[in-house]
């Protein structure tokens, strides 16, 4: 194993594009494996239904404030829906090349399933060695343990690692950085 002779891949689920940084980071973890590393990206659909719910209790709460509403009609689904798929897509492609750029392999997709069940069928499908889940800080979620990483050790029989976007490894140690115990 890691004689350079094959592949080393690696599922990377991550929450939205990835920086230079956040790429430069994920890939000095393997810097001292021989073989090929190939990431593999999961990145969500951001999912229309979810922002026009979000945005009719913002609504909601601006009638007590007596701020003209939006009815629903005025809300085009479609142009949304293509709106959220244009936007992950981009995402994804710019996660891609700053892989690229920090001199990873990476292909890419955008999924509808649950980021979870995504993740553990493409662990699955590509035999990764370990996981890799990017996010943004969800402090409620992490300590019910019903965030993506927590469900995902228990989904997943590879190593999973959990990192903060846009955070390095010395912020996320130190807990100066706005992750979990950076609050």
Same mark, same amino acid.
């Given at each position: ?7 080393? =891949? ?23 494996? *021989? ?6 990206? /999961?990145? $969500? /659909?951001?999912?229309?239904?979810? !922002? &026009? *719910? ?8 601006? =009638?007590?404030? #007596? ?15 293509? %709106? ?17 750029? #920090?001199?990873?392999? @990476? ?5 509808? %399933?649950? $980021?979870?069940?995504?993740? @553990? @069928? ?5 035999? #990764? !060695?370990?996981?890799?889940? /990017? ?6 979620? *992490? ?7 927590? !469900? ?11 990192? &903060? %976007?846009?955070?390095?490894?010395? %912020? ?5 950085? *706005? ?5």
């Amino acid at each position: 194993m890691h004689d350079g002779q094959g592949t080393y =891949d690696v599922v990377l689920l991550v929450e939205q594009a990835l920086s230079p940084a956040d790429a430069a980071q994920v890939r000095s973890l393997h810097s001292e494996i *021989e073989d090929q590393v190939v990431y593999h990206v /999961l990145l $969500p /659909l951001e999912d229309a239904a979810a !922002r &026009i *719910e979000a945005s009719m209790g913002t609504l909601g709460a601006g =009638d007590l404030m #007596a701020a003209p509403a939006l009815a629903m009609n005025d809300v085009d689904i479609e142009a949304l829906r293509k %709106e959220c798929e244009d936007t992950s897509n981009a995402e994804l492609e710019q996660t891609l090349a700053a892989i690229s750029a #920090a001199g990873g392999k @990476a292909t890419g997709t955008v999924t509808s %399933e649950p $980021p979870v069940d995504a993740l @553990a @069928a493409l662990v699955s499908t590509v035999d #990764a !060695r370990e996981a890799i889940i /990017l996010t943004r800080p969800h402090v409620v979620a *992490e300590f019910f343990h019903v965030d993506w990483t927590s !469900r995902a050790r228990r989904k997943l029989g590879v190593p999973v690692l959990h990192l &903060i %976007e846009h955070e390095n490894f010395d %912020e996320q140690a130190s807990g100066q950085g *706005e992750g979990v115990s950076g609050l």
